[in-house]
C-alpha cells in the first residue's frame, strides 16, 4: 500500500501544477496581479517537487510524462500567453483598439508563446539530444520572464511602467519569445552533480547574478534574471548531446 501511494505522489504533486495553473487564469483576466503571481510560483514548486519525488521514490512512468507536458502546457503555456495578452489590451486606448482591425488582430500575437509552447513540449518529448541542459528556452523561463514584467507594473519603482506597457513592446517580446522556445540555442540547466566550482563555474556565477538581480532591481530583476540566463549559456554553451527529463 505505501509503495503504490508514493508511486502516485509525483502525478499528484503535477495536477496541483495543473490547479494552480488554472486558477491564475482567472485571476489574470481579473487583473489581480499579485494573486496570480503567486500561483505560478506555487507551480513552479510543484514543477520541480514533481521530477524530484519522481526519482526519490523510482515513479517514473510513460502516464507521469505525458502528464506533466499536459499541465506545463496549461501553467507555463497558455497562462504567459493570456498574461501578454492581457498586458497588451491594458497598453491600447479602447478606442483605438475597437476602431482599427490591425490593432486586435495583433493584439493576438502573444498567443504565439502558447502555440510555440506546444511545439516546445512536443519536441522535448522526442528529442534525444537532452540530458543536462536544455536546447530553447525552457517553459518555466518564459513564464518567469512574463511575469517578471507583470510584477514590475504592479510595484514599478523604476518607472517602467511606460516602456512595459507598450503593444508594440509586447508584440515584439512576444515573438522573441516564442522564437527562444524552438530555437536551436543550447541552455544550460541549474543541476549541481557535485559542489565543485569547476564543474558548475555557469551555474555558481548564475545563482550569484540571480541574487544581485533580485536584492538590487527587486521585481526588475526578474525579467534581468532570465536575459542574464540567456547570455550566461550564449557565452558558455552546454553540451547540447543530452536529455533533460525533469523540467520542459
Given amino acids: 500500500m505505501k509503495a503504490s501511494f508514493t508511486q502516485h505522489i509525483p502525478n499528484l504533486l503535477t495536477c496541483m501544477n495543473l490547479a494552480c495553473g488554472c486558477v491564475a487564469l482567472v485571476f489574470v483576466f481579473q487583473g489581480n496581479i499579485p494573486v496570480f503571481a503567486s500561483l505560478v510560483a506555487a507551480s513552479l514548486v510543484f514543477d ?20 506533466d507536458s499536459l499541465a506545463d502546457m496549461v501553467t507555463f503555456g497558455l497562462l504567459p500567453g ?8 491594458s497598453s491600447v486606448p479602447m478606442v483605438l483598439y475597437q476602431d482599427e482591425m490591425w490593432m486586435k488582430i495583433l493584439s493576438f500575437l502573444p498567443f ?11 519536441k522535448f518529448n522526442i528529442d534525444t539530444r537532452q540530458t543536462d541542459s536544455f536546447i530553447g ?10 511575469i517578471g514584467l507583470a510584477l514590475i507594473l504592479h510595484d514599478d519603482r523604476f518607472s517602467l511602467t511606460p516602456t ?3 503593444s508594440f513592446v509586447i508584440a515584439g517580446l512576444s515573438m522573441i519569445l516564442s522564437f527562444l522556445l524552438v530555437s536551436e540555442i543550447p541552455l544550460f540547466a541549474l543541476k549541481f552533480k557535485s559542489f565543485s566550482w569547476q564543474k558548475n563555474q555557469v551555474q555558481y556565477t548564475f545563482l550569484v547574478l540571480t541574487i544581485i ?9 526578474i525579467p534581468v534574471v532570465i536575459i542574464l ?17 525533469e523540467n520542459n
Avoid at 493570456?82 to 489590451?89: C, E, Q, R, S, V
Avoid at 504565439?112 to 509552447?117: E, G, H
Avoid at 538581480?213 to 530583476?221: I, Y
Fill in 48 to 67: 520541480f517537487l514533481d521530477g524530484f519525488t519522481a526519482r526519490a521514490f523510482k515513479a517514473y512512468s510513460p502516464m507521469g510524462k505525458e502528464l
Fill in 82 to 89: 493570456a498574461i501578454m495578452y492581457h498586458l497588451f489590451i
Fill in 112 to 122: 504565439l508563446i502558447t502555440i510555440f509552447s506546444a511545439l516546445r513540449l512536443a
Fill in 137 to 146: 528556452m525552457p517553459t518555466p523561463a518564459v513564464t518567469i520572464f512574463v
Fill in 164 to 166: 512595459i506597457l507598450n
Fill in 213 to 221: 538581480s533580485l536584492v538590487t532591481l527587486q521585481f526588475a530583476g
Fill in 229 to 245: 540566463y540567456l547570455i550566461l549559456s550564449l557565452i558558455n554553451p552546454p553540451n547540447k548531446t543530452v536529455k533533460n527529463t
